[in-house]
């Protein structure tokens, strides 16, 4: 038999709550999404993107993961900031944004003052 458990309330055992407290720690900063600047000097050019691991997709652009993707022309790329947001939609939004905005001298006023960024996420939300 199955046996379903309500998720709404906290667990009333202390060992239940440590592991419960564990796994919404777990969720929290393993499911992080960033909104990524990388550079390509070949190209002098940017490239915004989202992802929820930025190492990892700094690799894929610079191993040609993706063969016919724009960023293969200009490996190799360097990673310039990696912005961590609260969401995941955040985090689409915000790349949206700074690719709507089509200006290089933006994209280098958001990485020399970060705070720039952190205030457009915040009037995202």
């Given at each position: 038999?199955?046996?379903?458990?309500?998720?709404?309330?906290?667990?009333?055992?202390?060992?239940?709550?440590?592991?419960?407290?564990?796994?919404?720690?777990?969720?929290k900063?393993?499911?992080?999404?960033?909104?990524?600047?990388?550079?390509?000097?070949?190209?002098?050019?940017?490239?915004?993107?989202?992802?929820?691991?930025?190492?990892?997709r700094?690799?894929?652009?610079?191993?040609?993961?993706?063969?016919?993707?724009?960023?293969?022309?200009?490996?190799?790329?360097?990673?310039?900031?990696?912005?961590?947001?609260q969401?995941?939609?955040?985090?689409?939004?915000?790349?949206?944004?700074?690719?709507r905005?089509?200006?290089?001298?933006?994209?280098?006023?958001?990485?020399?003052?970060?705070?720039?960024?952190?205030?457009?996420?915040?009037?995202?939300?």
């Amino acid at each position: 038999m199955v046996q379903l458990r309500n998720f709404g309330a906290a667990p009333s055992t202390k060992p239940q709550r440590e592991i419960f407290e564990a796994f919404l720690y777990y969720i929290k900063h393993e499911f992080m999404y960033y909104t990524y600047i990388l550079f390509s000097s070949k190209l002098n050019r940017y490239y915004i993107g989202t992802t929820d691991n930025p190492i990892r997709r700094l690799e894929e652009h610079n191993s040609k993961h993706y063969e016919n993707a724009f960023t293969t022309k200009g490996i190799p790329w360097e990673l310039i900031l990696a912005y961590q947001c609260q969401s995941s939609g955040n985090a689409y939004k915000l790349e949206a944004f700074i690719k709507r905005m089509k200006s290089k001298k933006f994209i280098e006023k958001i990485i020399s003052d970060q705070s720039i960024i952190v205030d457009i996420e915040s009037k995202l939300i």
